[in-house]
């Protein structure tokens, strides 16, 4: 039997004890220019350099902590006749039509006949649809389950959140099927100690009103959430999320720090691509959005003792922190050149992923976000140099490991967003 592990991730920059990784496979070049767009892609990614690129993600991730891959875990609980059936109930409610009758029967009663391998794949890497209608025939989709293209981002659909893991509610119903996955793996997982949380849509509504995703949810503090007010999470759904802190009636005081950020461009989908934690004194930053926010308004919320205590506008999100006891030093995304700040925001530059305090990895390809790094006092270590043991990180207090990143990129996010931490040593 797997030892137990007790979900705690009460920082963004604790020692990593385990992340949920996903290593992209076929359902990344299940596409095409066409499907691009709606598959959540700026580009298409050729996926055997993505699967290089990516290995030296896993490669760093294994040598430092407990990885655990989403297909090994999915695998291991459709082994179970029951929680399989429960699975593929889960995924009709959001994905009625593999319930319909055919003279096939369902694509779910053909689903439920594979291995828990088989479907595993299946779920991830999407059915291909067989012509055997005028329907289907004249259909432009390939696809009778549609792939998921994004599952190599695993930080958005489930996120820890001190004990707990809350549950992605998506901005593109193509990620649905992602956060039915990532709870029933959290549900189903024996060696997972843990409880799910999720936030339910509004009854009766068709719109995606209440949605969220955890590249805009931080966990600056014990007492400290940071999230993001954009494309991906709305004002509904972090209300929900007070109200449920309300609920508890803690008598420690939490604070919820929203900051607000464009719809456009894409690069800005979500909070960690413009702020990330680097150390317990540092952090990554997008200048023009994070120091000078303009339109868009910080607000800190305070709840206690059952009440929501306080809501005020605040200078910006690095002044609310200070206010509450966190003196963070802004390492700037791109240096301190507007040009190269913009052109490096866009590839992930300020998408840093902590694996200890002053320990991080992100993209190599950002040059003048790294010599910023470098300048703030970390090392810059190759991840290859660091996975062949050519380099020993514990020499040094502060150091990031860079990884090559061309095709990855594409995809739209960097190593915070390919990493779902479940457990960190408490600062």
Known sequence: MNPIVEVNVQSEIGKLNGVIIHTPGEEVENMTPENAERALYSDIINLSIARKEYKQISGVLSKLTKTYEVKDLLCNILKDDKIKQEVLDRIERIEPFIGEKSPKGSLKEQLLEENAENLSRLLIEGVEMVKDNLTKF???????????????????????????????????????????????????????????????????????????????????????????????????????????????????????????????????????????????????????????????????????????????????????????????????????????????????????????????LGYARNNYTMEAMNHAGFEIIRANDFIDGKVNPGAYEKYVITIDGSELPRGGGGARCMTMPINRTNL
């Not at 979500?270 to 680097?278: G, I, Q, S, Y």
């Not at 990554?284 to 303009?294: Q, R, S, V, Y």
């Open 138 to 360: 004249l259909s432009k989709d390939w696809f009778a389950l549609r792939p998921m293209h994004n599952f190599f981002f695993t930080r958005d659909a489930s996120m820890s959140m001190y004990n707990e893991v809350l549950i992605g509610r998506m901005a593109n119903s193509i990620r649905d099927r992602e956060s039915v996955i990532m709870q029933s793996i959290f549900d189903f997982t024996p060696e997972f100690k843990t409880q799910t949380l999720t936030i339910p849509p509004i009854s009766g509504s068709t719109q995606r009103v209440r949605t969220i995703e955890g590249g805009d949810v931080l966990i600056a503090r014990d007492d400290i959430l940071v999230i993001g007010n954009g494309a991906r999470t709305s004002t509904q759904a972090i209300d929900m999320l007070i109200n449920e802190f309300i609920h508890r009636k803690s008598e420690k005081a939490q604070h919820i720090i929203v900051q607000q950020l464009p719809h456009t461009p894409e690069s800005f989908i979500h909070l960690d691509m413009v702020f990330t934690l680097l150390d317990q004194d540092k952090c990554m930053a997008f200048e023009p959005l994070i120091l000078n926010p303009g339109s868009y308004q910080t607000v800190h919320i305070k709840i206690q003792n059952g009440k929501l205590q306080s809501i005020r506008s605040e200078k910006n999100l690095l002044s609310a922190l200070k206010k509450l006891g966190m003196d963070l030093e802004p390492v700037l995304c791109g240096g301190s050149d507007d040009w190269n700040q913009e052109r490096e925001q866009w590839h992930s530059g300020a998408n840093f992923f902590a694996v200890g305090p002053g320990q991080v």
